[in-house]
């Protein structure tokens, strides 16, 4: 994520030869393995707190008294009041209460106990949340500080870079693709030497890059610093702050921020590990990752069950390219057991969108007997009533491969000709599978086992198989 970040922030040529050379479904979907820790926003203004970062004043309240006292508390001349949830267009989003906007100014602190009384407990509806919302559980009330001047700062992780760099600019507080597309000449990139750190120049440099002047450049320098401190500190991968703006009172202040934790991290990580809001994740997406499963559901109809991150989001292009549409992104993962095969299974014919089935290993780590063994203990318990096609190629003997007791499989020993039955299965679903099969199953010059039934056959050869 933060290497595909740089690459859009450097813009130009680079962003267009990068855009013509990703993958089609990729490319349309921006299908990217994402990481599974979710914070509130309260959460990451904890952590940068805890930094010396500076932040707005604020506190989280859970009811709506809460929020009256801590809006006293706060003595401030005007208050800012938010619903915490994990989706974003707050500001624009409604409430099933009838209140518009899950973002509010006031000047009057009696104002926040009613308004928190229309939130807390109902559900948010926003651009990027499920149809009927979001339930809001707690709310953020904060200082509201006037913004004279935007600018936006990231901390990445690059890996052409072999460490973290720095990227800024001077317009903030909007989308910064749209800067980097518009405006190039507006992103600023410095990397980091990890074992230095952020040296005094660097953050200088970077300050006076996002028009910083005077007094305020070694201010934000100094946040620039205290920033990539909170970045090692908590093993991240991006943080990101837009805006990190300047106010009339002459003050530095990181008003929104996004942090990306690194995943590899959470055994020493537990604390902030801990803070991990599962309410709102998808209880599929819950599912697969307590057995390991990097799983995302996707809108089409056939499912996808492979191994590896590239070769998953590979399988959704071809599926793509011959017409179809994925239903999801499965990744089993390079140590994958039995078990684990049995419960993807689970999870993939539990979609009642799935009219089929395509599994796609390349057994390198994995041993293909383990997922073909998977496979058929999930076919005969689970009793797979939708068509499945196979192909298994690496590391396994081809006696392994058992007869599936499910109405249509076929392996595949290539990549690219596995699509086009699928797809043609999820369209033409008949009762037992034959029509299809007959009218769409090609195979290439390379012995390849198709099980249909009970019945196993060896063919060999470019033409249609009948019958």
Known sequence: QAKERVRWLEGGKQREKRSRGCSLYTARHALFPRRWLNLQEYQSKKLMQESGVAVQRFYVADTASEALEAAKRLNAKEIVLKAQILAGGRGKGVFDSGLKGGVHLTKDPAVVGELANKMLGFNLTTKQTPKDGVKVKTVMVAEALDISRETYFAILMDRSCNGPVMVGSPQGGMDIEEVAASSPELIFKEVIDI?????????????????????????????????????????????????????????????????????????????????????????????????????????????????????????????????????????????????????????????????????????????????????????????????????????????????????????????????????????????????????????????????????EVTHRGTGPVGG
Request: aromatic share 8%; charged share 20%; glycine share 8%.
């Open 195 to 455: 074992f230095q750190g952020v040296r005094d120049d660097q953050a200088l440099g970077m300050a006076a890059n996002l028009g910083f002047k005077g007094p305020l450049q070694r201010q934000a320098a100094d946040q620039i610093k205290r920033l990539y401190d909170l970045f090692l500190k908590v093993d991240a991968t991006q943080v990101e702050v837009n805006p990190l703006g300047e106010t009339p009172e002459g003050q530095v202040v990181c008003f929104d921020a996004k942090i990306n934790f690194d995943d590899n991290a959470e055994f020493r990580q537990k604390a902030v590990f801990a803070m991990d809001d599962m309410t709102e994740s998808d209880p599929t997406e819950m599912e697969a990752a307590k057995w390991d499963l990097k799983y995302i559901g996707l809108d089409g109809n056939i499912a996808c069950f492979v191994n590896g991150a590239g070769l998953a989001m590979a399988t959704c292009d071809i599926i793509d390219l011959h017409g179809g549409k994925p239903a999801n992104f499965l990744d089993l993962g390079g140590g994958v057991k039995e078990r684990q095969v049995y419960e993807a299974f689970k999870l993939l014919t539990a979609d009642p969108k799935v009219e089929a089935i395509l599994v796609n290993i390349f057994g390198g780590i994995v041993n293909c007997a383990i997922i073909a063994n998977g496979i058929t203990k999930a076919c005969r318990e689970l009793e797979l009533k939708v068509p499945l096609v196979v192909r298994l190629e690496g590391a396994y003997p081809s006696s392994l491969w058992p007869s599936v007791p499910v109405r249509t499989a076929v392996h595949f020993s290539y990549m690219s000709p596995s699509a086009a039955p699928v797809i043609s299965a999820s369209q033409n679903n008949s009762s037992d599978g034959t029509d299809w099969l007959t009218s769409h199953l090609y195979m290439l010059m390379k012995p390849v086992q198709c099980v249909c039934g009970m019945a």
